[in-house]
């Protein structure tokens, strides 16, 4: 399979903890992007790569939210201290600049519950 | 805030039957995108039109888009059980941006009966 790969698909965790997640996008992909949906709702943008380069953050990323991208290949999103109101479902996606504007190809997800 | 409203928010339907879904947006775009989602899963992208585009076809989805109501339709027609999912529109974050970074519907779920 050569898709977005995420790890883990589920998290559950209780408030306080650290947790990070792991997305592998598609290997020619030069741009990652990381999006929240919360139950009923629509993917919710957070924050996007191209390449190794952190190029912006939504508000809605606390300063307990960081990002990295270190080789420009995997991407984690650590979230620290965690509360019940980050529990949800972390998505990652990955597109590469040139390829039109802006289809992303989307992971399954990983599913964060905090107890 | 969502820049996309979809309506109806739930839509269920029998096999073989049309589904129509709406999206509404705020702010002017150069591009707008429908996306699926499987109840547990990640989206997959089905369609983009762009806004010098009135109407697309791909398979049994047509798509039409209005930038002067802002708002776009998505058509499933002959519809078969394994549609049943949530339908999303998206729209640039910045209404012309070529980025990635989009703004997503509430969605519609569809669920189709056999």
């Known amino acids: 399979d050569t898709g977005v790969s995420q790890d883990p698909r589920h998290k559950i965790t209780k408030r306080g903890q650290n947790v990070t997640f792991r997305c592998d996008p598609i290997s020619e992909h030069n741009r990652l992007y990381w999006y929240r949906q919360t139950l009923g709702q629509g993917p919710e943008f957070l924050t996007y790569?191209?390449?190794?380069?952190?190029?912006?953050k939504s508000r809605l990323l606390s300063d307990r939210f960081s990002a990295e991208r270190p080789k420009g290949s995997f991407s984690t999103l650590e979230i620290q201290r965690t509360e019940q109101g980050d529990s949800a479902m972390y998505l990652c996606?990955?597109?590469?600049?040139?390829?039109?504007?802006?289809?992303?190809?989307f992971g399954e997800g990983s599913r964060l519950t905090v107890l | 805030s969502q820049q996309g409203e979809e309506d109806p928010q739930a839509l269920s339907i029998q096999e073989g039957e049309n589904a129509t879904m709406n999206c509404s947006y705020k702010t002017s775009i150069n591009n707008l995108q429908w996306y699926r989602q499987n109840s547990g899963r990640g989206l997959v992208h089905l369609i983009l039109?762009?806004?010098?585009?009135r109407e697309k076809h791909s398979g049994r989805l047509r798509v039409t888009l209005d930038t002067s109501k802002k708002s776009s339709s998505l058509l499933i027609t002959a519809s078969r059980a394994a549609d049943t999912a949530s339908y999303f529109c998206?729209?640039?974050?910045?209404?012309?941006?070529?980025?990635?970074?989009?703004?997503f519907g509430q969605g519609t779920t569809l669920q189709v009966k056999p």
């Open positions: 998206a729209t640039p974050l910045n209404g012309s941006g070529n980025t990635g970074k989009l703004i």
């Open positions: 790569f191209q390449n190794e380069a952190q190029l912006e």
């Open positions: 039109i762009r806004s010098n585009e």
């Open positions: 996606a990955s597109s590469l600049v040139g390829r039109g504007p802006g289809e992303l190809f």
